[in-house]
């Protein structure tokens, strides 16, 4: 009896560090970790999803699917893709695209900065400074059908919004739109 508690208990702890460890180690090695936006942040980039018309939403880096389960739910007609590196994430969000037999959305295990984005007419993100540089490089070398971009706090470097939403949280994140085929605006 004690034998078999003492398994269990070895058996629970093991688990929780290997869980622990991996979003820890995708963390340190993608340089964010996969924590949602907030329910504001989800609400005000749907509201300025409304303005892109029909096609394909390309999230990149879609976490534990948290946005990418609500909006493929919300625009049944649209085509959603996610693209997520860190296992555990993916994993979640793959299961439950499958229970809630989410037809229109299809989630990647791959590094979008290698995806081909071709396909995609709005990308949506919440990263960091860094990755948007790499995201502005990406878009400025590839081609693509890419027509709008919605970040969530921050800015595509030398790029002006067309739109910004400012939240009512505490830092008063924005919310930005930019549209993608249109001439770039330098920020001095
Ligand atoms: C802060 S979460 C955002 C989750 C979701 N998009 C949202 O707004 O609620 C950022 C996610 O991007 C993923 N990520 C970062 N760089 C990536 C890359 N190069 N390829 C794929 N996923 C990446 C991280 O693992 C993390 O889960």
């Known amino acids: 009896m004690i034998i078999s ?3 269990l208990l070895i058996s629970f702890v093991l688990i929780a560090l290997l869980i622990t460890g991996s ?3 995708s963390t340190v090695k993608l340089g964010i970790s996969p924590m949602p936006s907030s329910n504001k942040a ?3 980039m749907i509201q300025l999803i409304n303005e892109t ?3 394909t939403i390309v999230d990149l880096g879609s976490g534990w699917g948290n946005f990418v389960i609500r909006i493929a739910k919300k625009y049944p007609q649209r085509q959603i893709v996610g693209y997520e590196l860190s296992f555990l994430p993916w994993l979640t969000s793959s299961c439950l695209k ?3 037999r989410l037809q229109n959305l299809t989630l990647h295990r791959t590094n979008f900065y290698h995806a081909d984005l071709s396909m995609a007419c709005v990308l949506t993100c919440y990263l960091f400074p860094k990755a948007m540089e790499k995201i502005n490089h990406k878009l400025q070398v590839e081609k693509s059908d890419v027509h709008f971009l919605i970040s969530n706090n921050f800015a595509l470097p030398s790029w002006q ?3 910004t939403i400012q939240l009512s949280d505490f830092y008063k994140s924005p919310i930005y739109l930019y549209k993608i085929g249109q001439t770039k605006t ?3």
């Open 161 to 163: 919004p067309y739109k």
């Open 42 to 44: 989800h609400l005000a």
């Open 98 to 100: 499958k229970i809630l």
């Open 5 to 7: 508690e003492l398994f």
């Open 53 to 55: 018309g029909s096609g």
């Open 23 to 25: 979003i820890v180690y």
């Open 186 to 188: 330098e920020i001095k």
